[in-house]
């Protein structure tokens, strides 16, 4: 079992930024990738961006690509999202996700075993 906890969340004004945490604790051995999902009201949980838990390799959605970036502190285990630039469409719950299988992609919310309770992220116009 990984546990998940996210932190950072708030209000910010259009263009302004936010660093968001996740927090890993128990078997993050386990751990392959670790993936930052988020879901507005009345749509679907969408991919914004995972990292490779003993890889340098990072992955971004199109949408906050350029202006989000994914790191982690493998020996803190902790996982970091630096939100820029930030636009009223990124308003959203933002969760934390840990891929602890081989099978699947990154960009699949599926592939992911554990999450976080996510935090609100509000930008305002």
């Known amino acids: 079992q990984v546990q998940l906890v996210e932190s950072g969340g708030g209000l910010v004004q259009a263009g302004g930024s936010l660093r968001l945490s996740c927090a890993a604790s128990?078997?993050?051995?386990?751990?392959?990738?670790m993936g930052w999902f988020r879901q507005a009201p009345g749509k679907e949980r969408e991919f914004v961006a995972a990292?490779?838990?003993?890889?340098?390799?990072?992955y971004y959605s199109d949408s906050v690509k350029g202006r989000f970036t994914i790191s982690r502190d493998n020996a803190k285990n902790m996982v970091y999202l630096q939100m820029n630039s930030l636009k009223p469409e990124d308003t959203a719950v933002y969760y934390c996700a840990a891929k602890t299988v081989y099978s699947g992609s990154y960009l699949d919310r599926s592939s992911y075993n554990f999450w976080g309770q996510g935090t609100q992220v509000t930008v305002s116009s």
């Open positions: 128990g078997r993050t051995f386990i751990t392959l990738t």
């Open positions: 990292i490779g838990w003993s890889t340098s390799n990072t």
